[in-house]
């Protein structure tokens, strides 16, 4: 039974509300074990196992990036989702790996799409940043500015992780997930947010890039660690923000279906729910497969744990990432997904297909027409 403090969850007064309608999700195919990672640092399987909980996480292929894997997943999020991407107003990603300092991974995955009505920027806040983002685009849609935004985490931390540290590498895997979140007129969806940094800790966790003004021995664009401080960090402000945020939304704790928590460490994950005096299957935990994928993380276990049921309509769950900043952020949201069309569905299908087949040709004709035009622009008369 749920035990609203104030009689009913909160009520926005303008009658709209922002509800998760499509999620999706991508990793690498390449799959790489603790015993892999003891080649290539001085650890073992056991010590991985026992320290994280971690027995393998997923490795991007040159061909894949933090852009290519959040494609993938924003497209199974539309399919969900059963929308065009010309229905998107924005995307935003979340993402500490980019291809590019910019253009934004965003505008990438919009041109790859075609969504060409929607804004897109990237967003920083470390393995906090897809609650950011999904707070964002939830208060963009309840204010009424904008109606279907796409949020996606993706990374690719192979790339940053710097190879010779045992104590980070052995933690961090690749992968992305995406969400489409939409504008109902149905009470629930976003209900509440505890968004926070606290920068004094910026130097614990970092990838410093050539512009950092001083980096000490740390590598430039290598992610390093001071481990033990973040676990302290991390078990503090997770039970804290939780608490804030269910209180916020007008829920107690025990109210929470599921916790969709950052995969960090399985170690965290037991410290906290001994403080929250909550059973461990009340937190979503699948690091044992995919490590760490910052930004990535919760839109992944989130897609699984549908996948799997632990979420049903209506449920209260909520989402709690942490990490570089330092930063940390604890989401509620009331749980419910409209109900499919069979048939509009398979319509909405043949129409994407065609669709990403338009947009593919249309994007090669236009490279191709620039770079006519660049050579032929030799032969010109200079005026
Ligand atoms: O996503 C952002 C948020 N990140 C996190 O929340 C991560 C939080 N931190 C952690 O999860 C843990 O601190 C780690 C998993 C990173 C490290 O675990 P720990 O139990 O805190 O280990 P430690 O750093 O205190 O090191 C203990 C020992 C050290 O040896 P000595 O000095 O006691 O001889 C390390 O050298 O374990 C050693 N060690 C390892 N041994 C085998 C560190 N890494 C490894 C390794 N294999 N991979």
Not at 199 to 209: E, S, V
Not at 339 to 368: C, G, I, M, T
């Amino acid at each position: 039974m749920v035990t609203h403090k104030n009689g009913t969850p909160p009520i926005q007064p303008n009658g709209i509300y922002a509800r998760i309608v499509g999620w999706g999700m991508a990793v690498p195919d390449y799959v790489m074990t603790n015993d892999e990672m003891s080649a290539i640092v001085e650890t073992t399987d056991a010590w991985i196992q026992e320290r994280t909980g971690i027995k393998e996480r997923r490795i991007a292929s040159d061909k894949e990036s933090s852009a290519t894997l959040g494609y993938r997943a924003a497209r199974r999020a539309l399919d969900v989702a059963n929308i065009l991407p010309i229905d998107l107003d924005l995307i935003i990603v979340a993402t500490s790996t980019p291809e590019h300092i910019f253009p934004a991974t965003a505008s990438l995955i919009q041109d790859w799409l075609g969504a060409s009505r929607a804004g897109g920027f990237d967003l920083s806040a470390a393995c906090s940043g897809f609650v950011y983002a999904l707070d964002m685009a939830a208060q963009s849609i309840r204010s009424g500015s904008i109606r279907t935004a796409l949020v996606i985490g993706s990374e690719t931390m192979s790339r940053v992780l710097d190879w010779t540290d045992r104590s980070t590498c052995i933690l961090f895997g690749d992968g992305a997930g995406a969400v489409v979140i939409q504008a109902s007129d149905q009470p629930g969806g976003v209900l509440s947010s505890v968004l926070r940094s606290d920068g004094a800790g910026c130097d614990l966790l970092a990838i410093p890039t050539e512009n950092a003004r001083e980096n000490g021995e740390h590598k430039v664009n290598r992610m390093y660690m001071a481990g033990s401080e973040v676990f302290k960090f991390a078990t503090r402000v997770v039970d804290e923000s939780l608490r804030q945020t269910t209180e916020k939304a007008g829920i107690s704790i025990e109210d929470l279906k599921l916790i969709v928590p950052h995969q960090a460490n399985q170690r965290i994950l037991a410290t906290v729910a001994k403080k929250l005096r909550l059973d461990m299957d009340r937190f979503m935990s699948n690091m044992d497969r995919y490590g760490n994928t910052s930004a990535a993380s919760i839109p992944i276990a989130l897609c699984e744990a549908i996948e799997q049921n632990k979420i049903q309509q209506n449920d209260y769950i909520a989402l709690v990432g942490f990490g570089g900043g330092l930063s940390w952020a604890a989401m509620v949201i009331q749980w419910g997904v409209p109900q499919r069309d069979e048939q509009r569905s398979r319509l909405n299908e043949q129409r994407r297909k065609a669709f990403y087949w338009f947009v593919w040709w249309r994007r090669r004709v236009l490279r191709w027409q620039r770079s006519v035009n660049n050579f032929t622009k030799r032969f010109r008369p200079k005026q």
